[in-house]
């Protein structure tokens, strides 16, 4: 017997049928939440949306599927192999890392 997962939008409830739909969005900031970000699901269209009415009380980060080509066809300044060599890294929010114990 095989099992089906299904997911749904935390946004709006709507059904999630392909994986390119899938939006993830990390909230940051808000006035709701008490402990650190958190993550949820949307339909990528919904996440776009997000755009157009972010208030300043959220803090948000979109992640969307993209082509890796169209990506690059959007990277106008050079070459996006260069641009991506001079990005700074991400640094993660999170728990701070326990000390080892000294031996």
């Not at 999630?16 to 909230?27: E, S």
């Not at 006035?31 to 009415?53: C, F, S, T, Y």
């Not at 001079?86 to 999170?94: D, E, I, L, N, T």
């Amino acid at each position: 017997m095989g099992q089906k997962t299904v997911r749904f939008s935390d946004l709006s409830g709507q059904l999630i049928m392909r994986d390119d739909a899938l939006a993830r969005i990390v909230i940051h900031e808000h006035p709701d939440l008490d402990e650190g970000p958190v993550e949820i699901e949307a339909l990528a269209d919904e996440a776009l949306a997000l755009e157009k009415d972010t208030l300043r009380v959220a803090v948000l980060d979109v992640y969307l599927p993209m082509d890796a080509d169209a990506f690059g066809a959007k990277v106008t300044e050079k070459p996006v192999s260069e641009m991506l060599i001079s990005a700074r890294p991400v640094k993660r929010a999170g728990r701070p890392k326990l000390a080892r114990a000294a031996s």
